[in-house]
Each structure stands twice: as structure tokens, then as C-alpha cells.
């Protein structure tokens, strides 16, 4: 950076709006990853589901539209969401069942 140059904040969002992170002069191929070694570092599995072809057109074009570039990835946006929800409300019935409390559909609805 020359002296002629503002240094942009590190935030966030100069992150997700691409102002930092997107300049090719400071990128580098990285030779020795595989795709199975991203996946074991994410700890990433492969799975196979069948959807219906109007779903899958559906997803691609919310995933376009949220730029995020495919559909695969907003399916797991969508499961961590879900299975975060739920594993709360597990944990909400546990600890009312624990302490003899009921708890309605409802009010967990409303909770969460």
C-alpha cells in the first residue's frame, strides 16, 4: 500500500462487501489442498439426498439471490439453523421435564 492509499477498516462487512479480501495481486494457489483434506478440516461429509427438480431451482435461485454461490451451501445454512432450533428446543423440554414443568407447543414456538 503506498502512502497515497487510505487503509480500509478490517471489518466485517468491508470482509462481505468484498473491499478487503478480493484483490487477486494478494492471492496464492494453494498447490497441496484437496478437496478431501477441506472437507476433513471442516469436517465435512458427503451425503446423498434426492429432491424434487422444482426445489432444487428454487434453492439454486435464493442461493443466487443471497450470493451464495450454490445452492449446497445454503441447504447447510438451512440445516444448522434447523438442527440449532431443535437442539434448543430439546434442551428446553429436558430442563422442563427436570424441573416438573410443562411446556406447550406454543410457548416453545414463541420461545424460540
Given at each position: 500500500?503506498?502512502?497515497?492509499?487510505?487503509?480500509?477498516?478490517?471489518?466485517?462487512?468491508?470482509?462481505?462487501?468484498?473491499?478487503?479480501?478480493?484483490?487477486?495481486?494478494?492471492?496464492?494457489?494453494?498447490?497441496?489442498?484437496?478437496?478431501?483434506?477441506?472437507?476433513?478440516?471442516?469436517?465435512?461429509?458427503?451425503?446423498?439426498?434426492?429432491?424434487?427438480?422444482?426445489?432444487?431451482?428454487?434453492?439454486?435461485?435464493i442461493a443466487k439471490a443471497n450470493k451464495l454461490g450454490g445452492y449446497q451451501p445454503l441447504i447447510r445454512r438451512i440445516l444448522e439453523r434447523f438442527v440449532e432450533a431443535e437442539m434448543k428446543s430439546i434442551a428446553r423440554e429436558a430442563m422442563a421435564n427436570d424441573h416438573g414443568i410443562e411446556v406447550s407447543y406454543e410457548k416453545e414456538r414463541a420461545i424460540a
Open positions: 500500500m503506498n502512502e497515497m492509499t487510505p487503509k480500509i477498516e478490517g471489518s466485517t462487512e468491508n470482509w462481505e462487501n468484498e473491499l478487503l479480501g478480493n484483490d487477486e495481486q494478494f492471492a496464492a494457489i494453494a498447490e497441496d489442498v484437496t478437496s478431501e483434506s477441506v472437507d476433513d478440516m471442516l469436517a465435512l461429509q458427503m451425503i446423498s439426498i434426492r429432491l424434487q427438480k422444482s426445489m432444487i431451482q428454487d434453492l439454486k435461485d
